[in-house]
């Protein structure tokens, strides 16, 4: 049997993805979703035009010749806090003592900061002594609309809602937006080894990390854990797992383990019918399962090694799961970094090693394997120190020193 390639077998997850509709929900319960539709600004920003510092609101006409050695004296006619609507006319002559952010009055063509008059803050009550005038009209007033016009295209369809769109939506009066609903999935690692983390081991016996693994990496995608489970290498367990998912309504259920060729393959045994089983030319996570129910859940079938299942969820899970949502990009950024040591490669198979970048020289980082181990799939615990993957092509024999490596970055 011919091993497929990376992309092969993800264009067959992609082909099955079916986004929900978008639902509409109030931005402060939007954290971590994507937007569905583009995001339009409901008022300019700035809302109106503003002063970019404390000080006063004057005509430029007035102290454009000010110097410390010929100061202009203007007679404050009012005062603008931040909130307020007043907008006074102001003559020749005149000043208004302002705050950051308050409404630049009609009249006023400039801002003098407190810094630059003799008396500041505490003598601007009545006179401002004007002892540096600004480079030209318009100093430090932030215009209406500086920043984006109503109406404009504030976040595209596709956008992951963090903090900072958040805000940015909020000031641009957007306070409901369309996104996509958080995937739900099913995490399910498999085999009669496992036993829970911290459990007395009897021989034979390993603590079960898989679940905990995918379930932190699908939450990290954006989606909901809506069942965790373990179950033996034999009898029904995985099918009994994806009734128990769909009666949850999940849109994924990620099984880790019982996908190869051995006598206790519970996965190809309880759901062969339901699922292709497949070899790709990755290391490590050449075994693969994948099917999509009748109701349209996709089936994910991970390879039960840790370093296998982290590596099988970047390239195929963790796309389907974006994909669902609609994101823009799908893959994690990548960049190419010299290796900084040499290591050995499969034969005929691209490569993900668990790597760390070696910053030591900031102006020349380099790539790393984070363990000695190099990919063995088995080596779990050096996940804990990889903040990366080096992807390595498989025509590529033999890393050396050097080496530029393409980098996916966690």
């Known amino acids: 049997m011919s091993l497929r390639t990376v992309e092969q077998q993800l264009e067959i997850v992609l082909a099955a993805v079916r986004q929900h509709p978008a639902i509409e929900v109030p931005i402060d319960q939007a954290l971590g979703l994507t937007l569905r539709t583009d995001a339009r600004a409901a008022s300019p920003v700035p809302v109106f035009d503003n002063s970019a510092m404390d000080g006063f609101a004057v005509r430029y006409a007035d102290i454009s010749a000010a110097t410390p050695e010929h100061p202009v004296t203007l007679r404050v006619i009012a005062d603008i806090p931040a909130g307020s609507d007043l907008d006074p006319a102001i003559a020749a002559g005149e000043a208004v003592r302002i705050m950051t952010g308050s409404p630049a009055p009609t009249d006023a063509d400039a801002i003098i900061p407190f810094e630059d008059t003799a008396g500041g803050l505490a003598d601007s009550l009545e006179t401002a002594v004007v002892q540096r005038a600004p480079k030209a009209r318009g100093a430090h007033i932030r215009r209406a609309a500086e920043d984006i016009a109503a109406g404009t295209v504030v976040l595209t369809a596709g956008t992951r809602l963090g903090p900072l769109q958040l805000a940015a939506l909020a000031s641009a009066g957007i306070a409901r937006v369309e996104v996509s609903p958080r995937p739900r999935v099913a995490v399910v690692s498999t085999g009669s080894e496992l036993v829970e983390p911290g459990a007395p081991l009897r021989r034979g016996q390993i603590p079960e990390s898989n679940s905990i693994l995918l379930a932190g990496l699908v939450t990290e995608a954006g989606a909901e854990v809506v069942l965790r489970r373990v179950v033996d290498d034999e009898g029904d367990g995985p099918a009994d797992a994806v009734a128990e998912a769909q009666r949850l309504g999940a849109d994924a259920i990620v099984f880790s383990g019982g996908v190869s060729a051995g006598a206790y393959e519970v996965v190809r045994q309880s759901l062969g019918e339901s699922m292709e089983f497949a070899k790709v030319a990755m290391q490590p996570g050449k075994p693969q399962g994948f099917g999509v129910t009748g109701g349209g859940m996709l089936l994910f079938g991970l390879p039960g ?76 615990a050096g996940l804990g120190t990889a903040e990366a993957y080096a992807i390595v092509p498989a025509e590529t024999e033999q890393v050396s020193a050097g080496d530029p490596i393409e980098v996916m970055e966690l």
């Open 305 to 380: 090694n840790p370093v296998s299942a982290a590596v099988s969820f970047e390239a195929f899970v963790r796309p389907a799961l974006l994909h669902l949502q609609g994101r823009n990009g799908i893959h994690r950024p990548r960049t190419h970094l010299p290796a900084g040591t040499g290591w050995r490669t499969p034969l005929a198979r691209r490569q993900y090693l668990p790597a760390v970048i070696d910053r030591t020289d900031p102006a020349r980082p380099v790539v790393r394997p984070a363990t000695s181990g190099g990919s063995g799939s088995h080596l779990s």
